[in-house]
């Protein structure tokens, strides 16, 4: 069975612009998260879809923003990039609701590198 | 919410020899402690994980065990190998899994040869 998928791996972007990031989960994982990583805050949770609807948000800005669609795929939006926003963007999938309810299986994610 | 504390920051054991690596966490409604390797340039990968109704799980040389009193839970890497270095996380998740995961820091083990 295929992995989280993640594109693109790596992203250049300039302070002020925005961006899209895609993230294919595990057939059959109808929850996705989104997590990002920073070396000095380490892995922060941003959000979590499911069915399509967002079910819990960490403490972003709403800068930060995702969506699901129907097959279950996901995209994260990031607007007016800073350039504390560098980091790796981490995208898991997990058959249930909540991050408690199964296990999460993560993407190798991309690494964003704002400028 | 959540808080997790993670110990030590790096481990070096030499090969063969076993590894410990301990987390604490603030919230006692948390219900849910997985632990993830993440090598680098890859994403996190769960190793294995616990519920608060159990004490101890284990898998080949990999093993957890938690205290609910103390709110602490550790991991037992034994007979290490190369290829367990590698920078480990662990993790507690809230009662009802309303918010996400919380991490703690991490550890970089080192496996001397």
């Known amino acids: 069975k295929a992995g989280v998928t993640q594109t693109p791996r790596y992203l250049i972007k300039t302070r002020g612009q925005q961006v899209t990031l895609s993230c294919s989960p595990i057939?059959?994982?109808?929850?996705v998260s989104w997590y990002q990583q920073t070396p000095g805050q380490g892995l922060q949770f941003l959000f979590e879809?499911?069915?399509?609807?967002?079910?819990n948000k960490g403490n972003f800005p709403g800068r930060f923003s995702g969506r699901q669609f129907s097959n279950s795929r996901s995209e994260m939006n990031v607007s007016t990039l800073e350039l504390g926003d560098s980091a790796l963007y981490l995208c898991?999938?997990?058959?249930?609701?909540?991050?408690?309810?199964?296990?999460?299986?993560f993407g190798n994610g991309t690494r964003l590198t704002v400028t | 919410g959540e808080n997790v504390e993670q110990h030590p920051s790096t481990l070096s054991v030499q090969e063969g020899d076993s590894a410990v690596i301990k987390c604490t966490y603030s919230d006692s409604a948390s219900n849910y402690f997985p632990w993830y390797k993440q090598e680098l340039g890859k994403g996190p990968q769960l190793i294995i994980d616990i519920r608060s109704n159990v004490g101890e799980k284990k898998d080949q040389r990999i093993a957890v065990t938690l205290n609910k009193t103390a709110k602490h839970f550790s991991l037992h890497i034994t007979e290490t190998q190369p290829e367990d270095s590698a920078v480990y996380f662990c993790a507690a998740s809230g009662g009802g899994g309303a918010d996400g995961l919380t991490f703690g820091k991490g550890t970089h083990l080192i496996i001397q040869p």
């Open positions: 057939s059959g994982h109808r929850s």
């Open positions: 898991a999938s997990s058959l249930g609701r909540g991050q408690g309810s199964s296990p999460l299986h």
């Open positions: 879809y499911f069915s399509e609807t967002q079910r």
